[in-house]
C-alpha cells in the first residue's frame, strides 16, 4: 500500500474523509495526538499494540474512528470507566480517552472527578470546543456565560467550568490545557502525557465552526480559529490559580501540574499482591 | 470439590470464582454487598481483580471494558442498580461483549423495602434496554442453583458473546443451604472463541459461518473495534437498512435459536400431571409445597420451575405441559412472567397467581388461590 501521508500508517484510511465538517478543529487535535504517539513509538517508550483508544459520543469523541489501534466508540459519557475497566485487567495497555466537553465535564462528570481522585493511569484528552457539536449547539458546561447557545437563546446564564482547577485540587499528576491555535504545544503537551504514569488530563481548546462560530458571528472556520488564537493567552509553567478561563480575559494555557504520584493501578496491585501472600 | 452450607449470594460467588472471573467491578447495594464483600476478599488471592466504583453505570461499563481486555467480568446489583446500568447493557449487547450481571431482586418500585424480597423486576431483567433484544436471564432457587447457573452464565455469556443476567432475590440471596462447591479446573468452563486468521484479516463482527464472532481483545495486535453505532462486519459504522437489517436479525438470532440448549427447569410430581404449578426463584420453594399440599388433597398437581426465563423455548414449554389440564403461574408481583407464558400456551387455560409478599408466598395461599379455580 503506497503511505501518502506519514501518519497513514496509524490510520483508518479506509475510513476516510473524517465525519467532521470542514474546518472543525478537531482534525489537528488528531494529527497532533497521532504525532506524540509516533514518537513515543519511534523511540521505543511504547508499543504499538498497547495502545487503546476510548470514547463516549459526540463528534469529539468519534475521534476514535479513525486511528488504526485498539479502539472502542463506546457510549455518551462512559469512556472512562471503559477505559479503567482495560487498564485494570491489563495495565501494559496505554488508554486513551479522547472526549467532547459535555462528554467528559458534563454527563461523563462523574467519571473524571473520581478518575482523577484515584490518579487511575489514563491520558484524557477533552476536547472543548465550547459546544455541544454533535446534537446541534446546546449550551456545555464550558459555555462562557452570555453567549448564545440553541438552548440558551437569550445568552448563557451559567458559569462555566474550570476543568483545570477541579483536575488539580483532585490530584491528577499532569494537567495541561492546550489549544488547536497551537499545535507544537499542544503535541508536546499529549506527548509528555503519554509518558506519565497516574491521570494524564489536556484540556484541548478546539473550533466548531459550524455550531458554535456560526451562532457568535463568526461563520467562517478561519474566523473563528483566529477569534480564538487572540483569546488564548500562552503561558509557561503557569500556576493553576493563573488558569483563566473566560471569553474576556482570555484562556490560559500551558502546563499547570506536572507531578509523579504513584498511579491507581500500581497501587492497586501491590494491594491485591498482599492478598497473594506478598509483602504487606 | 467440597460440600458447604452458604447462602445463595455466597454460592454465586463461589460459583463465579469456578467459572474463571477475573474482574468484579461493584457498587454497593442491598442484598448484593455480600457478594461484592465476599469476592473482595477472596478474589484478589486469585490473582483477579475487585474495584468499588462510583456508580453502577461506571461498574458496568468497566466490566465491559475488562471483558473486552480479555477478562471474564461481572458485576452484581438490585433495581435500582440495575437501572441505572441499562444503557450500558444496551451497549454490551450492540458489541457483543460477555459479561455476567448478578441482579439480586429486592422489593420495589424505587427504594421499595430494600432488604426483603419480590420478583417485580422479572420483566425488566430482559427488556430494561432500549433496542428490542433479549439478553439470556437465568433464575436460581436455592445456593446449589444459584452456584451452578452462575457458572452457566458465564459459559453461555462466552459463547454466546452476550451479557446475560442471573436473577435472585433478596429470599434466596441469605438463604443458606448445602451447596456442592466446585473449584476452579472442576467445572466445564467455555470461553470465548478466539480469531483465528491473523490482525489484518480480523473482522470483528463477522461471524464466519455461524452466528457469534470470534474475539480478539485489547493488546494483542488485532486494532479490535468496539462500536456502539450500527456497524457492518468490520465494525464501521454504517447507516443502512440492510447493514441495520443483518446485525439486528443476528443478534436476535444468536439468543433466540439458543433456546432448546439454554431451557432448564426442575419439575416435581410431573406424573399425570393435570394442574401445573408453574414458577421460578424463591416463589418455586413455596409452590414445591403448595403442589405437595393439592397432591395431599387428592389434585394432580405438579410443580415446576423453570432456571430459564429468557429466551422463552415456546415449544420445549408447550411439549412439558402438554396434557395438563390448568397452567398457574405463581410470581411475588402482579402477574408478569404470566403474560410470557399466556402467549406461548395460547389456547390452554392459564391462570395467574400473583401473591404480593415481602417474603415468600406462603404455600397455603397460594393453595387457597388455586383452589377458587379447579
Ligand atoms: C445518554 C445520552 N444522552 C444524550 C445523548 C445525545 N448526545 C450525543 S453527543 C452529545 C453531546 C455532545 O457534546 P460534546 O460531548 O461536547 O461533544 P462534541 O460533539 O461537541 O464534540 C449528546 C448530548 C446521548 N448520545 N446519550
Ligand atoms: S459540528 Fe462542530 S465539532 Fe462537530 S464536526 Fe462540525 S464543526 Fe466539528
Same mark, same amino acid.
Given at each position: ?10 490510520l ?6 473524517t ?21 513515543r ?11 487503546g ?12 474512528l479513525?486511528?488504526?489501534?485498539d479502539?472502542?466508540?463506546?457510549? /455518551?459519557g ?5 477505559a479503567l ?28 472527578? /473520581?478518575?482523577?481522585r ?23 458546561p ?26 488539580a ?12 491555535? /497551537? ?5 508536546q503537551?499529549i ?14 481548546l ?34 493553576v490559580e ?8 482570555g484562556?490560559?494555557i ?6 509523579d ?20 | 470439590?467440597?460440600?458447604d ?9 463461589l ?8 474482574f468484579y467491578? =461493584? ?7 455480600? $457478594?461484592?464483600?465476599?469476592?473482595a ?10 474495584? &468499588? *466504583? ?5 461498574? $458496568? ?25 441499562? %444503557? ?7 458489541t457483543?461483549?460477555?459479561v ?8 420495589? #418500585?424505587?427504594? =421499595?423495602?430494600p432488604?426483603r ?7 425488566q431483567?430482559t ?15 436455592? #445456593? &446449589?442453583?444459584? *452456584? ?23 429470599? $434466596?440471596?441469605?438463604?443458606? =443451604? ?21 490482525? %489484518?484479516?480480523y ?16 493488546g494483542? +495486535? ?6 456502539? @453505532?450500527?456497524?457492518?462486519?468490520? +465494525? ?17 438470532r ?11 427447569y =426442575? ?12 414458577s ?11 403442589a405437595?399440599?393439592?397432591r395431599? %388433597? ?5 410443580? $415446576?420451575?423453570?432456571?430459564?426465563l ?19 403461574v405463581?410470581?411475588?408481583?402482579v !402477574?408478569?412472567?404470566?403474560?410470557e @407464558?399466556?402467549?406461548v400456551?395460547? !389456547?390452554?387455560?392459564?391462570v395467574?397467581v #400473583?401473591?404480593i409478599?415481602?417474603?415468600? #408466598? ?9 383452589k &377458587?379455580?379447579?
Amino acid at each position: 500500500m503506497a503511505v501518502a501521508h506519514p501518519l497513514d500508517r496509524y490510520l483508518r484510511t479506509d475510513r476516510l474523509p473524517t465525519m467532521w465538517c470542514p474546518g472543525c478543529g478537531l482534525g489537528i487535535l488528531l494529527g497532533c495526538i497521532l504525532r506524540a504517539l509516533d514518537r513515543r513509538i519511534r523511540e521505543g517508550s511504547l508499543r504499538r499494540e498497547n495502545v487503546g483508544f476510548a470514547g463516549g459520543i459526540g463528534c469529539s469523541a468519534r475521534m476514535t474512528l479513525y486511528p488504526y489501534f485498539d479502539s472502542a466508540h463506546v457510549i /455518551h459519557g462512559r469512556a472512562i470507566p471503559f477505559a479503567l475497566g482495560v487498564k485494570i485487567v491489563k495495565p501494559e495497555m496505554k488508554m486513551i480517552v479522547v472526549g467532547g466537553d459535555g462528554d467528559i465535564a458534563a454527563i461523563g462528570g462523574n467519571h473524571i472527578l /473520581h478518575a482523577i481522585r484515584r490518579n487511575a493511569d489514563l491520558v484524557v484528552i477533552m476536547a472543548n470546543n465550547m459546544i455541544y457539536g454533535m446534537t446541534g449547539g446546546q449550551q456545555a458546561p464550558t459555555t462562557p456565560r452570555g453567549l448564545y447557545t440553541t438552548t440558551t437563546p437569550y445568552g448563557n446564564p451559567e458559569r462555566e467550568i474550570n476543568i483545570v482547577k477541579l483536575a488539580a485540587a483532585l490530584g491528577a499528576n499532569y494537567v495541561a490545557r492546550g489549544s488547536v491555535t /497551537h499545535t507544537p504545544l499542544l503535541e508536546q503537551m499529549i506527548y509528555k502525557a503519554l509518558g506519565k504514569r497516574g491521570l494524564a488530563f489536556v484540556e484541548v481548546l478546539s473550533t466548531c465552526p459550524e455550531l458554535f462560530g456560526r451562532h457568535i458571528g463568526f461563520r467562517s472556520p478561519v474566523d473563528l480559529y483566529s477569534e480564538l488564537r487572540k483569546r488564548v493567552v500562552v503561558k509557561t509553567r503557569p500556576s493553576v490559580e493563573e488558569s483563566d478561563y473566560s471569553w474576556e480575559r482570555g484562556f490560559v494555557i500551558g502546563e499547570f501540574v506536572d507531578r509523579d504520584e504513584p498511579g491507581f493501578i500500581e497501587v492497586l496491585q501491590e494491594y491485591t499482591s498482599r492478598a497473594r501472600g506478598g509483602a504487606g | 470439590m467440597r460440600v458447604d452450607y452458604v447462602t445463595g449470594n455466597t454460592a454465586i460467588a463461589l460459583g463465579s470464582i469456578a467459572a474463571g472471573l477475573r474482574f468484579y467491578a =461493584g457498587y454497593p447495594i442491598t442484598p448484593t454487598s455480600d $457478594i461484592f464483600e465476599f469476592l473482595a476478599r477472596e478474589l484478589p488471592k486469585r490473582g483477579g481483580y475487585v474495584v &468499588q *466504583f462510583e456508580d453502577e453505570i461506571a461498574s $458496568i461499563n468497566a466490566a465491559i471494558g475488562a471483558s473486552w481486555a480479555c477478562a471474564k467480568s461481572m458485576t452484581a446489583t438490585s433495581g435500582p442498580g440495575f437501572s441505572l446500568m441499562v %444503557e450500558a447493557l444496551s451497549l454490551a449487547v450492540i458489541t457483543e461483549t460477555p459479561v455476567v450481571v448478578v441482579y439480586v431482586m429486592r422489593t420495589g #418500585p424505587s427504594t =421499595g423495602v430494600p432488604t426483603r424480597s419480590g420478583q417485580y423486576d422479572v420483566l425488566q431483567a430482559t427488556y430494561g434496554f432500549h433496542g428490542g433484544l433479549v439478553v439470556p436471564v437465568l433464575a436460581p432457587a436455592t #445456593p &446449589q442453583e444459584a *452456584f451452578d447457573l452462575t457458572v452457566r452464565a458465564f459459559n453461555v455469556s462466552e459463547k454466546l458473546r452476550t451479557p446475560v443476567v442471573l436473577l435472585s432475590d433478596a429470599t $434466596i440471596a441469605h438463604t443458606y =443451604g448445602r451447596v456442592v462447591v466446585r473449584e476452579p479446573g472442576e467445572v466445564e468452563v467455555v470461553e470465548r472463541a478466539k480469531p483465528s486468521v491473523p490482525p %489484518e484479516k480480523y473482522r470483528p463482527y463477522d461471524p464466519g459461518e455461524g452466528l457469534v464472532p470470534p474475539m480478539a481483545c485489547f493488546g494483542e +495486535g488485532y486494532n479490535v473495534l468496539v462500536e456502539s @453505532l450500527t456497524h457492518d462486519e468490520r +465494525g464501521y459504522y454504517a447507516p443502512r437498512s440492510d447493514v441495520q437489517r443483518r446485525l439486528m436479525w443476528r443478534l436476535y438470532r444468536k439468543i433466540v435459536e439458543s433456546a432448546p440448549e439454554l431451557f432448564d427447569y =426442575g419439575a416435581a410430581y410431573l406424573d399425570g400431571c393435570d394442574v401445573a404449578l408453574v414458577s421460578y426463584g424463591s416463589t418455586s420453594l413455596s409452590t414445591l409445597v403448595a403442589a405437595k399440599i393439592l397432591r395431599s %388433597e387428592g389434585y394432580r398437581a405438579c410443580s $415446576i420451575r423453570l432456571r430459564t426465563l429468557f429466551p422463552v423455548y415456546e415449544e420445549g414449554i408447550r411439549r412439558l405441559l402438554n396434557g395438563v389440564g390448568k397452567v398457574f403461574v405463581v410470581e411475588n408481583n402482579v !402477574g408478569l412472567y404470566y403474560r410470557e @407464558l399466556r402467549g406461548v400456551l395460547r !389456547g390452554s387455560e392459564v391462570v395467574s397467581v #400473583p401473591i404480593i409478599d415481602l417474603d415468600l #408466598p406462603q404455600p397455603r395461599e397460594v393453595v387457597e388461590v388455586v383452589k &377458587q379455580w379447579l
